[in-house]
Each structure stands twice: as structure tokens, then as C-alpha cells.
């Protein structure tokens, strides 16, 4: 779908390479720029589909290559701090001097202003100081972060890969390109409206606090660890799904289960369906409880997840070099896309170089 959009990466960590790697997946032409002093010798799964490309960008030949490839190029991804690539005579002006049209995309923690953006930081603390953090996990225990997913790729990668593309098409309308500061706090903060709307749906009972909503303390919508350790969720939250629920586990004529959105008797509630459900593995459960409208699933680890029935109908996982991945999302017109190899450290220097100082060869597919 993105054939024909052509994308210099200026490789970081995290969610920036992560947003090129989206990016190649669903068909745009990538040229990853990797340090030189960085070595051979690894297998970088988040650079499938992409061209890597060697340099050192503190040298005059390593600048004019990332300015000889954005001259046709349509997007620009960095992770730098704020003003590193203005020092190193890379930044927007810098670019967009060679091409107007440049969408420069900018991927950070803290943004590009503010009081904390030249401070160090990683996804959990920008997820925390967000707010983002605050109602993961139970109320009785610390917050606990599913690691990168909140921050790094949910409120990092993918509001920049959106901010990039609609950069491209105002740029195809004006000829003008323009720069995506793209802050996992302002993602990860962003991602939290649909939260915030619970609250005036008494989710949140009168504030914010731990312990005190629907998903720390009901005893319909959470996690329960099973007789042989493994977990499983539940998330009967409408009348219909919850009374199904009632049925399959015969409490449907408990009067103690009748009220469910008598919050008094949540703990009392919860406390049984911990006992309950620590009765039965998760297996028995999943039989009982998977493929209705309980709103149900099993709580599964990666390698056990590429080999769910769904899972594989959908052909979500797939296996090169004896390394577990995920294919291209989203999808269209129901084709499943499964992205391009994973190249060599600097496997493409050279093809890239002799292709620049060619005049009449193009760098771009």
C-alpha cells in the first residue's frame, strides 16, 4: 500500500526504528543508516524489509550521504536527543534546504521542548509521567508495564508513523514538508481519552484513584491464575455477556452474583472467582468458557499464541531463520503480507554508494 513512499532512518533504538520497520511492512522503500562503529555480527529483527546502510554521520562523507539520499526521498526518521541532528548539520533546515518536500520525523520520549527534554528516559518512565502507567495492574500492587507496548510502540512507533503519512500527503497537496515531533508522552497521554470518557460512565467511581474502577476491583472484568499457574481473563462487562458467564460457571442463581454493579460486594465477589477459577488449568477453563460470548481468553506467551487455532487461521505468527515473527498490520483486501528479509549489517553500502554517484541510476526501488 505504501509502494512508491521512499524513507531514510537514521537507526536509533525502540520506537523509531520500530515506526520504519511499519513502515517497510506495508511496502515503503527504506534505507536504514546504521553507525559504522555499531559492527556486524547481529540479526536486528525490527530492520526486516529494509536496506541497511553504514556511515558515520559525525564524518563530512557520512552527512552528504543522508543528504544525497533525502534529496528524493519523502520522509526522514530520527531518535536522536533534541538539537543532535542540528549539530551534526542534519537537522530539519538542514534537509529540507534539499528538499522542500521532506517530512522530517522526529521520535522521543519527552518531546522536543519542555523541562524534561534533554533528561535521559526510557518507556516506562514517559508512560508514567503521562498518567498512561498509573491503572496498570492491580490496586494492591505497584504499576506494572507491558514492556514497550504502552510506550514505546502504542505511544512511540505508531502515532509518528501517522503523523508521517499525513505529513506525505500535505506535502503532495502544498509541496511543503514539515517536521512530526513525536513524543511517547504525548502518545501515551492521547491513547488514554477513551479511558478518560469511563469516568463519566462511573468506571472510575469519583476519581482517579488505584483500587477504586472497574478493571482493579470487579470481579467480571479481570485475571485470574488457574490450578496449574497459567492465567485467563475475563471481560463480561455487558448484561448479556455476564449472565451467559453466570450460566457456565452455575452461579446463575446465586443471588450474591445478581447485582453485578453493586461495587459494596466486588471484593467479596472477586474473592470467590479467585478460588473459583484456581480450580480447573487453564485448558479446562478454555474449554468451558473459550469460543462464546463470555468475553473470554487465555492469558498466552508469544510461542504459545503463534500456535492458537485464531491465531493460526489468520497466519498472525510465521517463523524465517528459526526466529518468531508477526506479519504486516493491518491488512487489505484480506491479504496477509509477510514483510522482507532481515539484512546483513551494512549489507547495502555499497549498492547504495555506487548508485548515488551514478547520475543516471536511482537509489530508491
Not at 7 to 30: K, N, S, T
Not at 291 to 314: I, K, M, Q, S, W
Amino acid at each position: 500500500m505504501l509502494s512508491g513512499i521512499k524513507v531514510v532512518e537514521i537507526c536509533g533504538i525502540g520506537p523509531g526504528p520500530f515506526c520504519a520497520m511499519h513502515l517497510a511492512d506495508l511496502g515503503a522503500d527504506v534505507i536504514a543508516v546504521e553507525r559504522a562503529d555499531q559492527g556486524a555480527g547481529r540479526t536486528n529483527l525490527i530492520n526486516r524489509g529494509k536496506r541497511s546502510v553504514a556511515a558515520d554521520l559525525k564524518s563530512v562523507e557520512g552527512r552528504e550521504l543522508v543528504l544525497r539520499l533525502i534529496e528524493d526521498a519523502d520522509i526522514l526518521i530520527e531518535g536522536m536527543r533534541p538539537g543532535v541532528m542540528e549539530r551534526l548539520g542534519l537537522g530539519p533546515d538542514d534537509c529540507r534546504a534539499r528538499n522542500p518536500r521532506l517530512v522530517f520525523g522526529r521520535m522521543t520520549g519527552w518531546g522536543q521542548h519542555g523541562p524534561m527534554a534533554q533528561a535521559a528516559g526510557h518507556d516506562n518512565n514517559y508512560i508514567a509521567l503521562s498518567g498512561a502507567l498509573y491503572h496498570n495492574g492491580g490496586g494492591s500492587e505497584p504499576p506494572s508495564t507491558a514492556i514497550t507496548l504502552l510506550g514505546d510502540i502504542g505511544g512511540g512507533a505508531l502515532y509518528l508513523a501517522v503523523g508521517l503519512l499525513a505529513g506525505v500527503l500535505n506535502a503532495r497537496q502544498t509541496g511543503q514538508g514539515t517536521v512530526v515531533d513525536a513524543a511517547i508522552l504525548d502518545g501515551s497521554a492521547h491513547m488514554m481519552q477513551l479511558m478518560l470518557s469511563t469516568r463519566n460512565a462511573g468506571f472510575f467511581g469519583n476519581g482517579f484513584q488505584r483500587g477504586n474502577n472497574l478493571h482493579d476491583s470487579s470481579h467480571f472484568y479481570s485475571t485470574y491464575r488457574c490450578a496449574d499457574g497459567e492465567f485467563i481473563t475475563l471481560g463480561s462487562i455487558e448484561p448479556q455477556f455476564y449472565g451467559l458467564l453466570l450460566d457456565k460457571l452455575g452461579l446463575k442463581d446465586d443471588s450474591r452474583f445478581a447485582r453485578q454493579w453493586d461495587d459494596k460486594h466486588w471484593s467479596e465477589m472477586h474473592s470467590h472467582f479467585v478460588e473459583l477459577f484456581n480450580t480447573r488449568t487453564r485448558a479446562q477453563w478454555c474449554e468451558l468458557l473459550e469460543y462464546t460470548d463470555v468475553c473470554f481468553a487465555p492469558v498466552l506467551n508469544p510461542g504459545e499464541a503463534a500456535l492458537h487455532p485464531h491465531n493460526v487461521a489468520r497466519q498472525v505468527y510465521f517463523e524465517r531463520d528459526d526466529m518468531l515473527q508477526t506479519v504486516a498490520a493491518p491488512r487489505f483486501d484480506d491479504k496477509v503480507v509477510v514483510p522482507g528479509p532481515i539484512p546483513a549489517f551494512g549489507e547495502h553500502t555499497e549498492q547504495v554508494q555506487a548508485a548515488l554517484s551514478d547520475s543516471a541510476a536511482s537509489v530508491w526501488r
